[in-house]
């Protein structure tokens, strides 16, 4: 069982930066393929970003060069890092975790940038 809690969302210029975390419970968590996924209203849930056990990384086109994901396994942590954000950057910010076909997620938290 894994349980993810995120935090570092909040209100944002545009232009701005802002950071989240997201925290891990459980064992194994070098293993976890994790991500960060968001939501805006009336919009299906998207991938931002995620990181492989390796280290390897993908992103969404939309946020190349400006979100950078990454991961603690010691901490068992992983951050985004978002930067020149944009007001259609604005949404519930989730968490995932990714593991032999198992999947958990955190509860979100809420990221608005005002233009």
């Known amino acids: 069982q894994v349980q993810l809690v995120e935090s570092g969302g909040g209100l944002v210029q545009a232009g701005g930066s802002l950071g989240l975390s997201c925290a891990a419970s459980?064992?194994?968590?070098?293993?976890?393929?994790m991500g960060w996924y968001r939501q805006a209203p009336g919009r299906q849930r998207e991938l931002v970003a995620r990181i492989f056990s390796d280290g390897s990384t993908n992103y969404a086109d939309s946020v190349k060069g400006r979100f950078t994901i990454s991961r603690d396994n010691a901490k068992k942590t992983v951050y985004l890092q978002m930067n020149s954000l944009k007001a259609e950057d604005t949404a519930v910010y989730l968490c995932?975790?990714?593991?032999?076909?198992?999947?958990?997620w955190g509860q979100g938290t809420q990221v608005t940038v005002s233009s």
């Open positions: 995932n975790a990714n593991r032999n076909g198992m999947s958990w």
């Open positions: 459980g064992s194994f968590f070098s293993l976890n393929v």
